[in-house]
């Protein structure tokens, strides 16, 4: 007996074929290395060690009765709560600016991307350059500038390490920010603010009531995305401090790879990224939920 499908079962079955590929990659790159690092977290699992066992959740347990994991995810929230502010702030007045009638707009919009596009390692080098004590070029222009009589030490000072790290990611990530941003602006209907502006309505009241509420799930989607790729942003901290000076510096990326690599102790390391990413998706599924409040009326 012939089994006949209909045209619908069969386009089923070609689009399951198509993306069999694509899960497959997906199961084999990203869901077993992440079953692996829970099975790893819940185990004495050591390369200074022969054999490995469960050690029941003690893992888990040390850690959260560490000040350092505390300590690290402090500066983790520090260093995501003011990039990933300054980089909407800033991105969104350039963004504002961008979309307005000014000299050399298309010039300015396609030099924009340049500092997205340079990896982060190679902008990490250039600013150690720029930072560096005796000849860096953030100290000759403070110092001709009035600003400071020494030199500082910017990436081995305890109050000034952190704030150089942010200097870099706000200064690499802000356009992606401002292009998104612009995007969104460029889909804003122009019949709406020419509307407004017939009705006697200011800039001000034009960017509260038109702008800002159009552009909430583009705000919404860049804003998640960054936190999420500075919430695990590794090679600036790495490259420019290794986490110091005392720690001042050691993000929860510095933490798990000093755990795991130098220490040699992979089943805590695991721990601490099994405790981050539940973190993070926590969140992603609170902020969601909170900036698509409201969007359906």
Do not use: C
Not at 34 to 56: G, I, K, V
Not at 110 to 121: D, K
């Amino acid at each position: 007996m012939q089994l006949k499908l209909s045209r619908e079962h069969k386009n089923l079955i070609f689009a399951a074929i198509l993306i069999l590929p694509a899960i497959l990659l997906l199961i084999v790159t990203i869901v077993i290395p992440l079953l692996q690092s829970f099975a790893m977290s819940l185990q004495d699992y050591s390369l200074l060690q022969p054999t490995s066992s469960w050690n029941q959740f003690e893992n888990y347990t040390s850690i959260l009765m560490s000040s350092e994991f505390y300590d690290a995810f402090g500066v983790t929230l520090r260093y995501v709560g003011i990039a990933v502010g300054m980089e909407l702030v800033l991105g969104m007045i350039i963004a504002l600016v961008l979309n307005s009638r000014v000299i050399l707009r298309g010039f300015f919009r396609s030099v924009l991307m340049l500092p997205w596009a340079i990896p982060t390692i190679v902008a990490s080098l250039i600013f150690m350059w720029m930072y560096q004590t005796d000849y860096g070029v953030f100290n000759y222009l403070l110092k001709n500038a009035g600003l400071i009589d020494e030199n500082v030490n910017w990436l081995s000072s305890f109050d000034f390490a952190l704030a150089a790290i942010l200097i870099v990611a706000i200064w690499k990530q802000t356009p992606l920010m401002t292009l998104m941003l612009l995007a969104g602006m460029q889909n804003i209907s122009r019949s709406l603010y020419e509307a407004a502006r017939i009705d006697g309505a200011n800039a001000t009241q034009v960017f509260f009531r038109i702008t800002l509420p159009l552009l909430k799930p583009v705000i919404a989607t860049v804003t998640l995305m960054l936190i999420v790729q500075n919430f695990q942003m590794f090679t600036l901290f790495f490259t420019l401090t290794g986490g110091g000076p005392v720690d001042a510096t050691q993000s929860l990326a510095i933490l798990t790879y000093e755990t795991a690599f130098e220490k040699y102790d992979f089943g805590r390391g695991s721990a601490i990224g099994v405790i981050w990413m539940a973190v993070l998706f926590i969140f992603s599924i609170a902020f969601t939920k909170i900036m698509n409040r409201g969007s359906a009326h």
